[in-house]
């Protein structure tokens, strides 16, 4: 079964920094794009970051650009999300996806883990 398992949330500062790891069940990701996506409360799902396997090719979304950092890791089948300079308004769950191409639209993303809650307190 395919599954994507997001882990490194938690509680901190503004200021700090976190790292979200994303673990790919299966290496046919390896032709896929994987993106991070954030949902706060009351909102709508908003495109973070994404990055293709096979050429490492990434996209931000303007608002945390600068800030946070996409990787992935082949050997580990293990995209990752490094976020710096934590704001308040980055609260939110984060979720792993994977999609046949580097798009923004979420709608384009085939594959969804259960999602990881990034807290950010003033």
């Known amino acids: 079964q395919v599954q994507l398992v997001e882990s490194g949330g938690g509680l901190v500062q503004a200021g700090d920094s976190l790292r979200l790891s994303c673990a790919a069940s299966r290496r046919t990701f390896r032709s896929y794009v994987m993106g991070w996506f954030r949902q706060a409360p009351g909102k709508e799902r908003d495109f973070v970051a994404a990055?293709?396997?096979?050429?490492?090719?990434?996209s931000y979304a303007d608002s945390v650009k600068g800030r946070f950092t996409i990787s992935r890791d082949v050997a580990k089948d293990t995209v990752y999300l490094q976020m710096n300079s934590l704001k308040p308004e980055d609260t939110a769950v984060y979720y792993c996806a994977a999609g046949p191409s580097l798009t923004t639209t979420q709608d384009t993303y085939d594959y969804w883990g259960q999602g990881t809650q990034v807290t950010v307190s003033s």
């Open positions: 990055i293709t396997w096979s050429v490492g090719t990434r």
